[in-house]
């Protein structure tokens, strides 16, 4: 089986590189990055990752409007999306519970965790 492609799109590049290097240290996905929607929306066409972890606070275009372009578009409608999130209080949980996520990973994120939560939200343990 070939190594799983994930897309992390965020427009901290602290985050970026936290989250790109515990996933390449704990698993052998590969890993691509972006910090914007616009930048993440073309990669995600370009690499078809077989998911993608996504801010949903970003300047320009946020997690939601990125998400909705992602959903949008046929070649990206399908790759499941994990939302990364410091806003998890009751409202905002409802509002994300009715796009169509895989999941939601809270920030601050304990990067020695992240690839397992990440692995149980989209299924991918065995």
Sequence with gaps: MS???ILIIDDDEDILEVAQLTFEAVSSWQVFTATSG????????A?????IL????MPEMDG??????????ASTENIPVVLLTAKL?????QRFANLKVAGMIPKPFDP???TNQVEEILGWKC
């Design 112 to 114: 020695m965790k992240l």
């Design 89 to 93: 209080q009751s409202m905002d949980k």
């Design 38 to 45: 616009d930048e993440g929306i073309f990669k995600a066409q």
């Design 54 to 57: 996504l801010d949903v606070m």
């Design 47 to 51: 690499e078809q990752p077989d998911a």
């Design 3 to 5: 190594a799983k492609k």
């Design 64 to 73: 939601v409007a990125t998400f909705d372009q992602l959903q949008g578009n």
